[in-house]
Each structure stands twice: as C-alpha cells, then as structure tokens.
C-alpha cells in the first residue's frame, strides 16, 4: 500500500467512524495493524496476539493458507479482537475498497462487543495473560516435553466450553454456606407452620431443628462437589489429585479463554449479521459522497457477494444475520408485527399494511443490548424468512458405495423450530460434575442432562479420555433420559491403556 | 473523541507517516511450527491406521495419482457435541434445491459411524503412495525366493562406497590416497633431479617447487644457478595426475529373476463390494511388488468363462461379467510360464483372487494341480467373502463357494493362527497358500501371510 493510498484509506476510515456514531452506535477506540498474509492466516487460526501454542492452531494455519491459495485474492478476511482498545486487522495487499468494507465492518463488531449485554464481563486482559502464558508454557514443553503439556492442552480445549462467564464463583466455603441457608430455609418453611405451636414447646423444638441442621452440615461437608456442578474444569483444577501446579496453569489460562469465547458463541449470528448489516449500510454511504469510487463499487459487491453466499451444507451466519436484521428494522418501521397485525385476514391489506411507526431503529438497539442468538432466533427468525433465505434441512442417506446428502421436505415452521432449538444452550450439551468421591473412592461421576439430543458416542469417549487424564481416577459419563440410559466409562488399566465399556 | 489509528507493522518505508505503533506480538513461527507438529501427528496416525488406510476407497477410484488421500482418525478437536448414531449426517443448508435433491456425495467411509457434516467429519490428509509404501511393508518380501541359472533382480539397498577413481567431484576427494600419490611422485621427481645435477635431496625440492613440478626445468634451475634460497624445504606438488577420488554405487543385492501372475475373477458373482476388496488387495501387492523388486514381471490375467491377459490399466480400471471357469485362468498362466518362463531360469508366483463361486471346481482343481506340478514358488489363493459371517469362525460359511472347499479337499493344509481377522491356510510342501477376506482391514492380514518376513508358519527352504 501506497504512500498516497493510505491517506485515503485513513480519510475513509474517518468518515466510517463518524457514519457509525451519526447512526447511534457506541465504540471504543480501534487499532488497526497492517499485516502480510501469513500473518492474517495466523491471526484467524489463533484468534488473538499471544496465543499459547498447539497443533490445531497450526493445522488451522495450514489450512486457511492452502484455501487462500487455491481462492486467489478477494477473500474478505477479518479478526477483531474483543479488547480495549480493540485491534483489528487488514491485510497489506488488499485494494482500498476492501479496507473500507472491512473496516466498516469491525466498526459493527466493536459496536456490537461494546454495547451487547453478553458482552459486558469481557476480560480485557485475556490477551496479556495469554501472551505470558504463551512464553511459560514453551518452558513447561523444554522442561516437562511437549508430548505432556500437549496433552494437558487438548485436555483443556475439550472442557473449555464448559465454564460459562455467568456461572456463580465461589469457594467451597460460600457454595456450603450458600446451600446449607438454601437448603436450611426450604425444610423450616415448611414445618413452620402456625401450629406447630400447639403440638410442641419451643425448646424442643429448637433442639430438633439445631439437630436437624448438623447433621444437613455435615452431610454436605463431605460432598464433593456439594451441588451438581457445570464448571468442569474448575471442579477438577481445585479437587484432581494428578494435576501438577504447571498443569493447573495451563488449564486455568484455557479456562480463561473459554470464557471470552462464550459470548461470541453465543451471539455469532447476532453479531455477524449486524457487522454485515452496517457494512452495507456504511459503503452506500461513502459511495454516495464520493469517498469510494465506481471502480470500488464493483469491488465491494463482488467481495459482499461472497460474504453473504448461500452455504448448500451450512448456515451462513453473515447472511441470515443480516436478512433479520434488516427485516427487523423493516417490520418494526412499517408496525407488521404483533396480535393487531397478525389478526389481519386479508392478504391484500396484510401485504400493503404500514402504520408508519418507525420504530425499526429503536427496536434493533433494544435487540442488540438485550438479545443472545437463541432469543434472536426464536423471536425473529419467521417461518417467511425461513423460506426467503432458501433453507433447506438435508440428511445422509447411505447408497451401496456412496453417502448422500438429500434435502428433506421439512415446512417452514418446523425447520424454523429445528433451527431455533439447535441454538438452545449454543449447542453445546449439559454436563454437570456430580460427584467426586463416586463408589466412595475418587472416581468422577459426570451427568448429562439429556434435552433432545443424544450425545455423539465417539466424541463422548475421546472427550471422557481427556478427562480420565486430568482426574487420575476412573470416569463415568451417564446420560440421563426417559426410558434410556446411555453410560460411558473410562478408566486406566495399565499406565498406558484406556479402555471403554460402552452400555453398562 | 474517539480516534480510531491505522497502524503499519512491517511496512518499513511508511514508518514516517504520522501516527504508526508497531504491534509485533504475532510470532510467525508459532504458526509454522505448530503445523509441523499438526503434521507429524498426521503422520503417526498414518502410522498406527495401517489396516484403515490401506482400505481406503479411494486409493482405487484415482487412478494414476501418485498422492492419495486417507482418512486420518484421532486427531479431532474431540470435546461433548450433540448427534448421537442416526442422527449424524444431517444439517441444515440454503440454497435453491427442492425435496429429495442431492447436494452431496462421497464415497462411504470406513465402518465406524463417525459424524457427517456438519460436525466435522474423519479428517483427510494427503500422502504419498510412495510413503506409504515405505511405511506399511517394511516387513514384507517374496517368499522362497531360489537362486536360478541367471540373475536378474536387484534389490536396491542404499549407497555404498565402491573403488577409487582418478576423475569425479573434488566433493569426494580420497585425501589420504591423493597425498599418498603426490609424496610417492615427488620423491621420484627429486631422485631424477639428484641424479641429473648431483645436488642434495633439500635442492632438489626447492627446484621442483620453482618449477611447479617440471623435472626439465628444474634441472636447468640447478644448472643455471637461479635456485632461491627458501625455508619452505619439505613441501610437494599436488599433480593433477595424483589426485584420487572416491566412487560410489547403489548397492544392490542381485537376485533371480521373478514373475508375478496376477490372476482375477471377474464374473458376475463378483459384486462391487467383493472386486473393491480384491482390487484394493493386488493394487497394493503390485504398488509394492514395482518398488521393491525394479525388474520383477507382473502379468496380469482376468477372467469370466474364458480367460485373456490384459494390461495393468484393464486390470485395475476395467469391468466384465459373465460365467465363472477358474481353470480357464490358471490354464492361461500354465501356458505363458510354459511357453515364456522356463522353471529353471524363472522365480513364479501365481496369485489368484475370487469369490470361489465358480461353475467346475474339479476341472478348476486340475489346473491348480498342474501348476503346482510345475514347482513354482508359490501359489496363493485368495477368496473374497464380504457377505458372510465368519466371527464365529466355527460356523463358517462358505456361502456359494465351490473352489475352496474343493481345495481343503484335495490338499492338506494347516490352519493358520496369524490373525483373527480373516482366515488364513498354508501347505508348506506344495507352496499353496489360501486366504480368506472379509473385510478392508483383512487386507493387511492377507498381504503379511502372503508376503510376510516373519510369517509364522511357513517353513523357508
């Protein structure tokens, strides 16, 4: 890039930030570096400056290279890290109407990270503490070998989605105060009644009930952990007796990451779709006042024109998001939404309907601070938006040599419910540590809260294994449904060998 | 008021510009490193999947490449997703297809039911078929290989140090054999020069020096008095001629020579699922048969109710149907060894692979027993049997097979514990090995009783 490009591109860049704020949307400051292609294909493997070194960052490294290679230029890349200020990236060789997409485009992020309530609790200093991390781990490979800090690693990254940011913290013994006064309360409350009066004095009383709590004390004291708990990682950082203290750094710093990756899973399609949707809506602007050329243009659509293209296998969460953005706004400006709406019978009048409310604007702000993807899904994703996005359930059908992927005839509705329900907890199942002390000698009984969905065996076996390692002791996985009861079992015969029971 | 800044990192010349911060926290080698670790953990699953990897369908279906891809199990970002069996597979798409289109379609996977799209299926790599080779036969070899009139395979075993040579690169200079040269021929040039001019042996030297190793004119040096005074003394002259290198060879292991007859059923019986499986089998053993032993014969013979040779791309590639008259391939093979091998000259190996189904087993027999008349190296049959249940290897059935039955009729042959996983027989004395396959992952078993260095059972001669 150019002496004279670069100029422009910071007028552009200007300009954006003044649209983005005339248009109500709230940022912190952003730095934007200037990089090679190597290194943007780092950054999208690694998600953020300092991050600890693994081998799937380097085969998600290889693999966004050979895709560029194979794609050519054009490809709109980008990596905004969620800090303060947040830091952005473009690539060197991009022509300056890709800059300005891209960089409108972080506009809608930053705006997104600063102003949506998931967002909040953001830490901004995961990437300094990665960053250190990073280099003490390298010292943990050169002293414990790589092959032991890897697999500690691995074991990490599989639970890491397993401690939310807005999971209670607290030590052993507020969580024993906390349910013992619970617990304590909902007994009492109920034996409490006006007249228990009658039928004993108080003393006895008092000491029946001091009698009762004891012995609730005590039996919670020794229950390990004392209500059933999601936060796997933290249950096994403080109570596994296998775990060195450089292996429990490892695994608070995963957790840490973890818990930054959870807001962005959780308002992925909210988040992306907003980026796009104020993308657009920022280049029409600079196009109409002249800060992006004809020759820009066509360069902006052909690159929109990939951001927003229909995936036949996946959902494209840069598209669905920005078709219900924009259908938001449009419902809510012309008030078709709501009981008086939906009551109209007549198409005619239903079609041209426009009570000229201009709300859209107000109601995507509200969305915005407010709304998590499942929310946004459920609530806004119609079943006509269903049938506007051309979505399309397909599943596998086995022929004699090949697997076919055929689109089933699902209506709009229920695609639309299938759909919704697949963003429920972000996909990710419920597993809950329930006891740590299993058949009274340290084995871990983990539960899976069965709602829909079984739980791929394969994935559930390896992931068990990582946690037999962390554990030391045998592990036991049960899914807990109606009628059914599938249990996973890991355990170590010799120093080497994991085996499974499958079914029990 | 928020100012937002464009900072260059690594673009040196525009550091004047205004508000530059250099952020050079991303390390460009963690990167690389990373995927070389990605790499050798492919590698060492390759390693450890040797069954799974030799089966993989597509080693067949691409034909003439010389990179393959095979699945890579294990190396996935394993944590608890939801898509239990029967619900794998699925996803939800957008695009302008109607009910009951087909959007995707690849050839099925091994047995396991690992998730289909959309939670991440088998991961790929792409591999060599020459390192791969290299990986998973290490331990194989043509069995009861005899010396013969005339030798003709080598065996290449790596380089070695052979003679030494006047000419070649300075690269592989014999020092020692060079210097040796050059002292050897200085003491003769100084002894002529002593003897021409009567001077001393120091004299002598110090002219041949002058004279950059000319006796002429180091005698005219001497006789004309233009000898310089030097303390350099001792030294020689390196000539050309002195100088020694060292050769170097491959180092092959001369053998004898060898045919192999690749024989095929092609017949109606033989279902896709069952040519896979034998396709999968000799590709593997011919791949292998080309690295190993360069100037081994392979000819190749398919047949239904007649048999016809044909070339290695119709062997592979081709497809047939019809009848099925086993003798008809084995009467093939006896007439080329009769007519082009002779016995004493040639190593022969005769494999045959079919379902067994055939239509005159006795006539079938006659033909094998002629063969084996012939006192070939070996003879090995392989009976493909994808459809039967042979876990409970009491209750064996052998479906609509004639031909082996037949065999274990009219020869004796020793069952052979190598594996579980398909069921393998050997007789010693006449050579005769049978085999019977199942499944991808029984191809392995069969090449190692094949071909196995170490097989257990079979007696070497």
Same mark, same amino acid.
């Given at each position: 890039m150019r002496n004279y490009e670069l100029d422009r591109l910071k007028k552009i860049e200007a300009r954006i930030y003044e649209i983005a704020k005339e248009n109500g949307l709230e940022f912190c400051p952003i730095e934007f570096d200037i990089i090679p292609e190597e290194k943007m294909f780092e950054i999208m493997a690694y998600?953020?400056?300092g991050q600890i070194s693994n081998w799937k960052y380097g085969r998600d490294y290889e693999r966004t290279r050979t895709i560029y290679e194979k794609m050519?230029?054009?490809?709109p890349y980008e990596v905004v890290v969620n800090t303060n200020p947040a830091r952005a990236y473009l690539m060197k060789d991009n022509t300056i109407a890709l800059q300005a997409l891209i960089i409108a485009h972080v506009v809608g992020h930053v705006a997104f990270f600063t102003m949506n309530k998931y967002h909040a609790?953001?830490?901004?200093n995961i990437a300094s503490r990665l960053s250190a991390a990073s280099e003490r781990f390298e010292g943990y490979e050169r002293k414990y070998g790589i092959d032991l800090v890897e697999q500690t690693v691995d074991a990490g990254h599989a639970l890491?989605?397993?401690?939310?940011?807005?999971l209670i913290e607290e030590n052993k013994s507020e969580q024993l105060d906390r349910i013992f006064e619970k617990m304590k309360k909902k007994k009492h409350d109920k034996t %409490?009644?006006?007249?228990?009066d009658f039928f004993e004095d108080d003393s006895q009383a008092d000491i029946e009930r001091e009698k009762w709590n004891n012995a609730l004390y005590m039996k919670l004291r020794n229950k390990t952990p004392i209500e059933p708990m999601e936060d796997i990682l933290r249950y096994i950082i403080d109570n596994?007796?296998?775990?060195s203290d450089w292996q429990k750094d490892i695994l608070e710093i995963i957790r840490s990451w973890g818990q930054y990756v959870w807001p962005n899973i959780k308002t992925k399609y909210m988040n992306e779709g907003f980026a796009t949707f104020w993308h657009e809506k920022i280049l029409k602007q600079l196009f109409k006042e002249k800060l992006l050329t004809d020759t820009d243009h066509s360069e902006c659509n052909y690159s929109n024109s990939l951001v927003k293209a229909k995936n036949p296998f996946a959902m494209n969460p840069y598209l669905i998001g920005s078709v219900i953005w924009e259908d938001i706004i449009k419902r809510w400006n012309k008030g078709t939404h709501g009981d008086t709406f939906n009551e109209i019978m007549n198409h005619e009048e239903k079609i041209n309907? %426009? %009570?000229?409310?201009?709300?859209g604007n107000e109601k995507m702000f509200k969305v915005l601070r407010t709304s998590n993807d499942w929310m946004f899904m459920n609530n806004f994703l119609t079943a006509e938006l269903v049938r506007k996005l051309d979505l399309y359930m397909y599943v596998k059908k086995d022929n004699v040599f090949v697997e076919d992927l055929v689109i089933t005839d699902k209506e709009a509705e229920e695609l639309r419910q299938i759909i919704v329900r697949s963003f429920s907890h972000s996909g990710i199942p419920k597993i809950f540590?329930? %006891?740590?002390n299993y058949n009274n000698s340290n084995e871990l009984l983990l539960i899976h809260e069965h709602v829909g969905a079984d739980l791929n065996p394969e994935y559930a076996k390896k992931t068990l294994e990582h946690i037999q390692f962390l554990w030391g002791e045998k592990c036991i996985l049960k899914t807990i449904k109606l009628g059914v009861k599938d249990t996973y079992v890991a355990y170590k015969e010799s120093k080497k060998d994991i085996s499974f029971d499958l079914n029990l | 008021m928020m100012e937002g800044k464009i900072h260059m990192n690594l673009l040196a010349g525009l550091a004047?510009?205004?508000?530059i911060v250099y952020h050079?926290?991303?390390?460009?080698?963690k990167g690389e490193k990373d995927a070389k670790r990605h790499q050798d953990k492919i590698d060492d699953a390759i390693r450890k999947n040797v069954k799974d990897v030799i089966g993989s369908e597509n080693i067949i279906t691409?034909?003439?490449?010389k990179k393959i891809r095979v699945p890579v199990k294990g190396l996935k970002d394993y944590r608890f997703i939801h898509g239990g069996t029967g619900q794998g597979g699925g996803g939800v798409g957008q695009g302008e297809g109607k009910p009951g289109d087909i959007i995707g379609r690849k050839p099925k996977q091994g047995q396991g039911n690992g998730p289909g799209l959309g939670s991440g299926g088998d991961m790929e790599a792409e591999v060599d078929i020459d390192y791969l080779l290299d990986i998973m036969f290490e331990d194989l070899g043509l069995p009861w290989l005899d010396p013969k009139k005339q030798n003709s395979i080598e065996i290449p075993k790596g380089w070695k140090f052979e003679s030494i040579s006047?000419?070649?690169?300075?690269?592989?200079?014999?020092k020692k054999r060079t210097m040796r040269e050059a002292a050897k021929r200085s003491i003769l040039f100084a002894q002529e020069v002593m003897s021409k001019t009567e001077c001393t042996y120091e004299e002598a030297g110090q002219a041949l020096l002058q004279s950059l190793g000319d006796i002429k004119n180091a005698i005219e040096i001497i006789e004309e008095g233009k000898l310089e005074k030097s303390d350099s003394g001792n030294g020689f002259l390196i000539h050309d001629d002195d100088l020694r290198f060292k050769t170097i060879e491959e180092d092959v292991e001369v053998c004898s020579k060898a045919v192999v007859f690749a024989l095929m059923d092609v017949s109606g019986s033989m279902t896709p699922d069952k040519k896979y499986l034998m396709k999968s089998l000799l590709f593997w053993m011919v791949s292998w048969l080309r690295k190993q032993y360069e100037s081994v014969e392979i000819r190749f013979i398919q047949h239904t109710e007649t048999a016809r040779e044909v070339d290695e791309e119709t062997f592979f590639y081709g497809g047939e149907s019809g009848g099925t008259v086993a003798s008809s391939a084995f009467d093939k093979a006896n007439y080329i060894i009769d007519t082009e091998y002779p016995l004493d000259e040639w190593n022969i190996y005769t494999i045959y692979c079919s379902?067994?189904?055939?239509?005159?087993p006795t006539q079938a027999i006659s033909s094998i027993e002629e063969m084996i008349k012939k006192k070939i190296n070996m003879l090995s049959y392989v009976e493909i049997k994808p459809?039967?249940?042979?876990?409970?290897?009491?209750?064996y059935n052998y479906g609509y097979s004639t031909l082996l039955p037949e065999c274990l009729k009219h020869w004796k042959f020793q069952e052979s514990n190598?594996?579980?996983?398909g069921k393998f027989y050997i007789n010693n004395d006449i050579r005769f090995l049978l085999s019977v396959i199942k499944d991808k992952s029984h191809i392995w078993n069969c090449l190692q009783h094949m071909?196995?260095?170490?097989?257990?059972?079979r007696s070497e001669s």
């Amino acid at each position: 890039m150019r002496n004279y490009e670069l100029d422009r591109l910071k007028k552009i860049e200007a300009r954006i930030y003044e649209i983005a704020k005339e248009n109500g949307l709230e940022f912190c400051p952003i730095e934007f570096d200037i990089i090679p292609e190597e290194k943007m294909f780092e950054i999208m493997a690694y998600g953020m400056p300092g991050q600890i070194s693994n081998w799937k960052y380097g085969r998600d490294y290889e693999r966004t290279r050979t895709i560029y290679e194979k794609m050519g230029a054009g490809l709109p890349y980008e990596v905004v890290v969620n800090t303060n200020p947040a830091r952005a990236y473009l690539m060197k060789d991009n022509t300056i109407a890709l800059q300005a997409l891209i960089i409108a485009h972080v506009v809608g992020h930053v705006a997104f990270f600063t102003m949506n309530k998931y967002h909040a609790e953001n830490d901004s200093n995961i990437a300094s503490r990665l960053s250190a991390a990073s280099e003490r781990f390298e010292g943990y490979e050169r002293k414990y070998g790589i092959d032991l800090v890897e697999q500690t690693v691995d074991a990490g990254h599989a639970l890491m989605l397993h401690s939310n940011p807005w999971l209670i913290e607290e030590n052993k013994s507020e969580q024993l105060d906390r349910i013992f006064e619970k617990m304590k309360k909902k007994k009492h409350d109920k034996t %409490d009644t006006v007249f228990s009066d009658f039928f004993e004095d108080d003393s006895q009383a008092d000491i029946e009930r001091e009698k009762w709590n004891n012995a609730l004390y005590m039996k919670l004291r020794n229950k390990t952990p004392i209500e059933p708990m999601e936060d796997i990682l933290r249950y096994i950082i403080d109570n596994s007796r296998v775990l060195s203290d450089w292996q429990k750094d490892i695994l608070e710093i995963i957790r840490s990451w973890g818990q930054y990756v959870w807001p962005n899973i959780k308002t992925k399609y909210m988040n992306e779709g907003f980026a796009t949707f104020w993308h657009e809506k920022i280049l029409k602007q600079l196009f109409k006042e002249k800060l992006l050329t004809d020759t820009d243009h066509s360069e902006c659509n052909y690159s929109n024109s990939l951001v927003k293209a229909k995936n036949p296998f996946a959902m494209n969460p840069y598209l669905i998001g920005s078709v219900i953005w924009e259908d938001i706004i449009k419902r809510w400006n012309k008030g078709t939404h709501g009981d008086t709406f939906n009551e109209i019978m007549n198409h005619e009048e239903k079609i041209n309907f %426009d %009570d000229k409310s201009m709300k859209g604007n107000e109601k995507m702000f509200k969305v915005l601070r407010t709304s998590n993807d499942w929310m946004f899904m459920n609530n806004f994703l119609t079943a006509e938006l269903v049938r506007k996005l051309d979505l399309y359930m397909y599943v596998k059908k086995d022929n004699v040599f090949v697997e076919d992927l055929v689109i089933t005839d699902k209506e709009a509705e229920e695609l639309r419910q299938i759909i919704v329900r697949s963003f429920s907890h972000s996909g990710i199942p419920k597993i809950f540590v329930r %006891d740590g002390n299993y058949n009274n000698s340290n084995e871990l009984l983990l539960i899976h809260e069965h709602v829909g969905a079984d739980l791929n065996p394969e994935y559930a076996k390896k992931t068990l294994e990582h946690i037999q390692f962390l554990w030391g002791e045998k592990c036991i996985l049960k899914t807990i449904k109606l009628g059914v009861k599938d249990t996973y079992v890991a355990y170590k015969e010799s120093k080497k060998d994991i085996s499974f029971d499958l079914n029990l | 008021m928020m100012e937002g800044k464009i900072h260059m990192n690594l673009l040196a010349g525009l550091a004047s510009i205004g508000t530059i911060v250099y952020h050079d926290d991303w390390n460009i080698k963690k990167g690389e490193k990373d995927a070389k670790r990605h790499q050798d953990k492919i590698d060492d699953a390759i390693r450890k999947n040797v069954k799974d990897v030799i089966g993989s369908e597509n080693i067949i279906t691409e034909k003439g490449k010389k990179k393959i891809r095979v699945p890579v199990k294990g190396l996935k970002d394993y944590r608890f997703i939801h898509g239990g069996t029967g619900q794998g597979g699925g996803g939800v798409g957008q695009g302008e297809g109607k009910p009951g289109d087909i959007i995707g379609r690849k050839p099925k996977q091994g047995q396991g039911n690992g998730p289909g799209l959309g939670s991440g299926g088998d991961m790929e790599a792409e591999v060599d078929i020459d390192y791969l080779l290299d990986i998973m036969f290490e331990d194989l070899g043509l069995p009861w290989l005899d010396p013969k009139k005339q030798n003709s395979i080598e065996i290449p075993k790596g380089w070695k140090f052979e003679s030494i040579s006047k000419k070649g690169p300075f690269s592989r200079i014999h020092k020692k054999r060079t210097m040796r040269e050059a002292a050897k021929r200085s003491i003769l040039f100084a002894q002529e020069v002593m003897s021409k001019t009567e001077c001393t042996y120091e004299e002598a030297g110090q002219a041949l020096l002058q004279s950059l190793g000319d006796i002429k004119n180091a005698i005219e040096i001497i006789e004309e008095g233009k000898l310089e005074k030097s303390d350099s003394g001792n030294g020689f002259l390196i000539h050309d001629d002195d100088l020694r290198f060292k050769t170097i060879e491959e180092d092959v292991e001369v053998c004898s020579k060898a045919v192999v007859f690749a024989l095929m059923d092609v017949s109606g019986s033989m279902t896709p699922d069952k040519k896979y499986l034998m396709k999968s089998l000799l590709f593997w053993m011919v791949s292998w048969l080309r690295k190993q032993y360069e100037s081994v014969e392979i000819r190749f013979i398919q047949h239904t109710e007649t048999a016809r040779e044909v070339d290695e791309e119709t062997f592979f590639y081709g497809g047939e149907s019809g009848g099925t008259v086993a003798s008809s391939a084995f009467d093939k093979a006896n007439y080329i060894i009769d007519t082009e091998y002779p016995l004493d000259e040639w190593n022969i190996y005769t494999i045959y692979c079919s379902d067994g189904e055939d239509f005159y087993p006795t006539q079938a027999i006659s033909s094998i027993e002629e063969m084996i008349k012939k006192k070939i190296n070996m003879l090995s049959y392989v009976e493909i049997k994808p459809d039967n249940d042979f876990d409970n290897g009491m209750t064996y059935n052998y479906g609509y097979s004639t031909l082996l039955p037949e065999c274990l009729k009219h020869w004796k042959f020793q069952e052979s514990n190598l594996s579980k996983d398909g069921k393998f027989y050997i007789n010693n004395d006449i050579r005769f090995l049978l085999s019977v396959i199942k499944d991808k992952s029984h191809i392995w078993n069969c090449l190692q009783h094949m071909l196995g260095i170490n097989h257990p059972e079979r007696s070497e001669s």
